[in-house]
């Protein structure tokens, strides 16, 4: 697979692609397993850096970061998926993801990611359902599963994953596997 720059741009998904169903989608290392997210998302990928520690924040809220004068959360996807925290290593990076809430406010939230591997173009009929067992996640934070290269590549549902919304019920409510509807499925 071939590296990522970090340059912070990515590219444009073509008129031609997008009338074919091809979607793209920025592919990373999570605990061994590759998950995906769409390119449309994401805005940009940086270093991992100095995260400043908010006290009484959910244990899967890492810190903030100040991203050319904007605060931005930082979310370790290995504690909000139960494995655990990410090991900083040199290729560790933060995805910035532009999340949007129920109330239509958008959110700059960032991901803690063992490694981002490369941007795929995927077809639609390659999208299987998330499966009923086994993923290791919650179901709803699966929006798909692509096969790939003989493996299958997780792709993520970044509103249930990162829902501004589940993430503040969970401080409240101090019940970290279960504020959104569906979560025991």
Known sequence: MAAITT????????VAQQDAGIGQYLTFVLSGEIYALGILNIKEIIDYGKLTEVPMMP???????????????????????GK????????????IIETESVKGCRQDIGIIVDAVNEVVDIRQIEIEPPPSF????????????AKRN???????????????????ALEFKGDFNSALPGANA
């Open 150 to 168: 003989g493996s299958f590549i997780i792709l993520l549902n970044v509103n249930r994953v990162l829902s501004m919304e589940a993430m503040a």
């Open 59 to 81: 244990p899967f809220v890492r810190g903030v970061i100040n991203l050319r004068g904007s605060v931005v959360p930082v979310v370790d996807l290995a504690v909000r998926f």
């Open 7 to 14: 340059t912070g741009q990515l590219p444009a998904v073509p």
């Open 134 to 145: 086994g993923a290791g996640i919650r179901l709803d934070f699966i929006s798909g599963m």
């Open 84 to 95: 655990g925290r990410i090991q900083i290593v040199k290729r560790t990076c933060i995805v």
